[in-house]
């Protein structure tokens, strides 16, 4: 079963998409090796990347981490003009059943004992660290530091070296060797510029909440 979310409680100005498998039982018994966690989310990044790739997506970042007595497994994707929530839940699909693969293949657990799988898109929270972040953040108002100084502009254009910002008017360009992380600036003046699934309530929930459950 796959638990598919509209939004997850995020910022307006979002474009986060989410969908969580149901926890993935193992067998249990006997004693199972310590993985180093480096190591493990190499291999996890060797089997889930190909898979993203071939559906048209970046894989941004793979993680793993304890919930209880089983293991998290978040995977972010991301592509040019963002990633919908149908295609989210399709991808999910395909990592599991990789992971599946994989295990059978080795005879081995990529991820030891119980774990649930969320797939997801970045929000505006992700932080601009490689040109194609930033590409897909044209026109978007960002803060960073420059140099030794924090410079908040509007992201005019940006290529494979350097991005072009708007700052008060003044359109400068920067190496991304001379930028720290960038920040994505929520500007409310322009929600209306959101489209509606990306929308949030004044209290901070999506304006629509519902969850679909569809049978795997």
Known sequence: MTQRDRADGRSPGSRSRRAVTAPRPRPEGGSRPRV???ARRERLRAVIEPVVQ?????????????AGRR???RV???ADGGVG???VAVVSRSISAALDEADSATGAELIPGEYQLEVSSPGVDRPLRLPRHWRRNTGRLVQVMAGQRQVTGRVVAADDSSVRLDV?????????????PGRV?????RIDEVEDDDLMD???TADDDEVEDEER
Do not use: I, K, T
């Open 54 to 66: 071939s559906a048209g997506f970046d894989l941004e970042d793979v993680s793993v981490s304890r």
């Open 36 to 38: 180093d966690p480096g």
């Open 185 to 189: 600036q929520l500007e409310f003046n």
């Open 76 to 78: 972010m994707v991301d």
């Open 71 to 73: 293991h998290l497994v």
């Open 202 to 204: 004044l209290d901070g």
């Open 168 to 180: 008060d008017g003044d359109v400068r360009q920067w190496p991304y060797e001379d930028l720290g």
């Open 85 to 87: 929530l149908d295609a």
